[in-house]
């Protein structure tokens, strides 16, 4: 089973080519901007490398975010993009979190597990699960106080690319792991593709905004 997964959302572009989960090939180029001028370039010359047609893929594996209010746009809308022109092609989203979860060893596992995502904003966005990675809480947009007082008097393990700026000041809570990720990995993105498709779950694409874009209105 082929899946082709990527991810524009974050400080990268980012695509990796699986074949019955394992890795043929991985394409991760760090940047802030431009994402969306690389993806397309990148996913035809992943496929040539392996003589690939996109016809011949079983499964599309977009991150619907949050992130980049132009990253998710750029790769929800190159994903639906294939879904519409390879109808046969199986296709569905998945949001940062999950993805950040699915990469947490069983070791790391805490009573709660928060997901904390970089808005270069003053807040986060953040979701908590339980120790069977379940969903504590839905995605949302919180500040430093409040998700301090979500993780008080719990055994804690972080995780994202939050991270780093979240623990910039004393947090008082009980840590159990810390993982301070540079980027959303595409390895663990792909994997939630592939387990969605062996339970035959798949879920169409939607964008996952949390805030409203950032707009500016001339004078």
Do not use: W
Not at 25 to 38: L, R
């Amino acid at each position: 089973m082929y899946n082709l997964a990527f991810d524009t959302t974050g400080r990268s572009c980012s695509v990796i080519l699986t074949k019955d989960g394992e890795t043929l090939e991985k394409s991760v180029k760090k940047m802030d901007f431009g994402q969306a001028e690389v993806l397309l370039p990148t996913i035809q010359d992943i496929l040539k490398n392996h003589g690939i047609a996109m016809k011949e893929l079983d499964l599309i594996t977009v991150c619907t975010g949050p992130g980049s209010f132009t990253g998710v746009r750029s790769s929800l809308s190159a994903a639906r993009t294939f879904g519409l022109a390879l109808p046969g092609i199986g296709l569905t989203g998945v949001s940062s979190f999950e993805a950040y979860v699915e990469d947490i060893a069983p070791d790391e596992l805490a009573e709660i597990n928060a997901i904390i995502i970089e808005t270069k904003r003053e807040d986060f966005y953040v979701q908590l699960f339980d120790i069977h990675k379940k969903p504590l809480t839905p995605p949302q947009a919180l500040n430093y106080a409040d998700i301090i007082d979500k993780l008080r008097n719990h055994k804690v393990t972080l995780v994202g690319d939050g991270v780093e700026r979240f623990l910039s000041q004393p947090s008082g809570l009980s840590l159990h792991a810390i993982r301070m990720e540079e980027m959303l990995s595409i390895s663990a993105l792909a994997r939630c593709g592939n387990n969605r498709y062996i339970k035959k779950c798949l879920d169409y694409p939607k964008p996952l905004y949390l805030r409203a874009p950032d707009v500016c209105v001339k004078a």
